[in-house]
């Protein structure tokens, strides 16, 4: 089929599997063709509710997301409205939050959640009262939106951190989750029905893997309450009650597994395809995943939201000795992956050598929302190619590859992190600290044997209660420091700036 | 107990464990949060933490951590 909107992976299932289930979770399900009339009303109201005119698409609605099935059917209603979704995490600092909806400047909010929210919202449940009530030319209305939207024209834009403060939008269109979709129906053993639990919050790449894959597979998604995560003791019976084959979740989260000896109290047979990405698995979890779940496929995943969410694979055929490092892999089919000297550009093409990872392809995000300054840094021009217009997404991650052409990761450029599957910049939470009045100088540094970020502040006296009370209202939880440490000057190194090195090594 | 208090506060510093009554129904402390703080546990009081354990109730405070310690020194 020659798609070029996401919605033809709703619209095919719900031709052939209508009474399938699509999406479910804690307390309701929704089967395909329910699904599509669902979302297809809902879009009508959103148009008509703000008044949009009819040849005005590509518009962000801000979606206030939950652990819910309300969550996914105001996505997908707001792409048949032409518009795109912007998941947003409720718990989130006010603040933050508001500094999302400055950069979007919204066509609307809709709310998924009954938390308390700092601005105004349209409710799931008045949506559908609402769409009781729809003419029945609604169809005829959205079928002309149809006609406008290619694919190029956005379907997401996800936030992550940024180093000046403020968080970057990343926007992705049709045709990357569609190159996704095919690269990973040709390139994995899924099974015939799959049922995938999603792990991942919705403002979190990842769980695009669940939703799309699933819509073209005619699979179910089975949302995982975020609580079973926390407390672990119902999470694998969780999986096992609703037959769930298919996981595709952050390395930290298949850590938990490990970390409980989950497997001690129930082994989910039906699993059959495990992936993870995010951060390095280490082997010791991966062998114990392995031992237990011994027909299940393990494929390593790589890849920043920017290329939309994976370009690079890779499957893991046997248990792994301890010391092993595990590869990223190969890249996808119809996405070049290779390495730059950081510096000149210029590409590295010898085996063992390390480069910062670039990727090329139909993956390539359309860049962050409103911020052409951070753009242009990460989505430049190939240097190799002049002679036309080509653009590469610099990653900023490095990498080598093998003897056998595997690429390996092999850590950042710059101070960006992977913490508890948080993507995190040490120059944001450095940001926020240094705006604070008592502070003199602060420097975050990730200790990766404790897996801790430490703030290392210089100010008159030792003031850690105020920097977090104050933090707290711009940073999610799991940016915030886990050890506060005062000092009367950070040391400074040879070209006068924080000596980050010497405080990484610090105890 | 101030040995507890260390180690909760060692794993999560913006967070007011003298009162807080509700760590895991209100979602203050994440899974990162519990894996440290059972490895913490297991080894300060020479305790082994079972999943059948991991449950909300023993988790929400302080003084429930404390008294699921107390009762597995028994």
Redesign the interface.
Known sequence: MNEYNVLSFLESSAAKYPDRIAFKDKDEEINYSDLLVRCQKIAFVVRKNVQQEPFDKNRPVAVFIDRNIKSLQLFLSVVYSGNFYVPIDP?LPADRIQSMLDTLKPLCCLSATTRKLPVEADSFDSLIEQSEHVDDNYSETLNKIRELVIDTDPVYAIFTSGTTGVPKSVIVSHRSVIDLVHRFAESFPFPDVPVMANQAPFDFDVSVKDIYNSLNLGGTVVIVP??Y?????ALLPYLQENNVNVLIWAV??L??VQ????F??CIPESISLVMFSGEIMPVKCLNYLMDHWKNATFVNLYGPTEITCNCSSYIIRERLQDTDNIPIGKSFANTEMFLVDPDTLKRIRTTGEKGEICVKGSCLALGYYRNPEQTDMAFVQDPEVTAYKDLMYRTGDLGYYDEAGNLYYAGRKDHQIKH?GHRIEMGEIETVVNALDEVKMACAVYKESK?MIYLYYSADEAC?DII?RQI?KLLP??M?????VYMPELPMNAHAKIDRKKLTELD | MEELMEILKGARPDVDFENEEALIDDGILVSFDIIYIVNAINEAFDIEVSVSQLKPENFNSAKAIWEMIQSMQE
């Open positions: 718990t975020k609580s995560f926390v407390m672990p003791a930290s989260a850590r938990i970390n409980f000896k989950l001690d109290a508890m897996e850690d977090i707290r939880a799991y915030l420091p886990n050890k506060f």
